[in-house]
């Protein structure tokens, strides 16, 4: 059964960076692709950026377009967010999910396309 454990998250003033990692256990992550999606107080949780299994396609929601990147390692079971030029609209908690599929389209932005998650990293930006 494979587990997923988000950590990274915390406090940071606009501008400011953090990396997230979602460590995979029980399981290779070589053969899924993963998303991070993210919920704000009182909003819906959003896709946020979504990567396949080779690492060799990516995407991301517009809003983070450009200022965050999507990256994993396999030999490390481990998938990472970079994000920078944060804002408090970035506030939330992050979320990554894995799929053994391929993603066409905007797929990996729905959250029933995702077979397992993790518990979660808050990020607060705010200064």
């Known amino acids: 059964q494979l587990q997923l454990v988000e950590s990274g998250g915390g406090l940071v003033q606009p501008g400011g960076s953090l990396r997230l990692s979602c460590a995979a256990s029980?399981?290779?992550?070589?053969?899924?692709?993963i998303g991070w999606f993210r919920q704000g107080p009182g909003k819906e949780r959003e896709g946020v950026s979504g990567?396949?299994?080779?690492?060799?396609?990516?995407d991301y929601a517009e809003p983070v377009k450009g200022r965050f990147t999507i990256s994993r390692d396999n030999a490390k079971n481990t998938v990472y967010l970079q994000m920078n030029s944060l804002e408090p609209e970035d506030t939330g908690t992050y979320y990554c999910?894995?799929?053994?599929?391929?993603?066409?389209?905007?797929?990996?932005?729905?959250?029933?396309?995702?077979?397992?998650w993790g518990q979660g990293t808050r990020v607060t930006v705010s200064s």
């Open positions: 029980g399981s290779t992550l070589n053969y899924y692709s």
């Open positions: 990567i396949s299994s080779s690492g060799g396609s990516t």
């Open positions: 999910a894995a799929a053994p599929v391929y993603f066409r389209g905007s797929a990996w932005t729905r959250r029933s396309s995702y077979d397992y």
